[in-house]
């Protein structure tokens, strides 16, 4: 009877063991993928992170440059008005920028993602403010190149469609 007691016994203990590695196997299966996801989605984010940072250095080399041709032009004669100086400040910069003229603004566009552009629009004036600049920014923002349709909705909940304890 005595033998009988440890072979049960043994059996147990090996049940027990093969049940907790197989537990610490998923669980260390189940982390290396996590960690393998959480990999991927950080170098994505820094991908984005540094096109967008990239994109933001050209935006400011063109709105320096801007600066630098409405401080010329400034400087070289009088204009009529502000939108005539945006004209001169326009036909100053590099074409490679597409920087377009809108009345006294500049518009132009930086793409850094397949469907985003970094869109920033400059308000010029001939007079200089305080801190001796001509371009003021209007809209320096993210903006979707893709054109977003709606879906359907679907079926939304209906609490009328609830019932509470009435049959």
């Not at 991908?47 to 600066?67: G, Q």
């Amino acid at each position: 009877m005595k033998r009988r007691n440890s072979v049960i016994s043994v059996g147990m203990v090996s049940i027990v063991l093969i049940f907790v590695l197989l537990s610490m196997l998923t669980f260390s299966v189940l982390s290396l993928v996590s960690a393998e996801a959480d990999l991927r989605l950080s170098r994505k984010s820094a991908d984005r992170t540094s096109a967008f940072y990239a994109a933001e250095n050209s935006a400011n080399d063109v709105l320096l440059e801007a600066e630098n041709a409405a401080a010329a032009a400034s400087s070289s004669g009088a204009f009529l008005s502000d939108e005539m100086f945006a004209e001169e400040v326009g036909g100053r910069l590099d074409p490679a920028y597409g920087v377009r003229v809108a009345g006294d603004t500049l518009c132009y566009e930086v793409p850094f993602d397949e469907e985003q552009v970094l869109e920033v629009t400059l308000k010029l004036s001939e007079t200089a403010t305080e801190a001796g600049r001509h371009c003021r920014v209007e809209v320096w923002r993210v903006v979707s190149k893709h054109d977003w349709e709606a879906g359907s909705v679907g079926e939304l909940f209906d609490p009328d469609d609830l019932l509470f304890g009435e049959e």
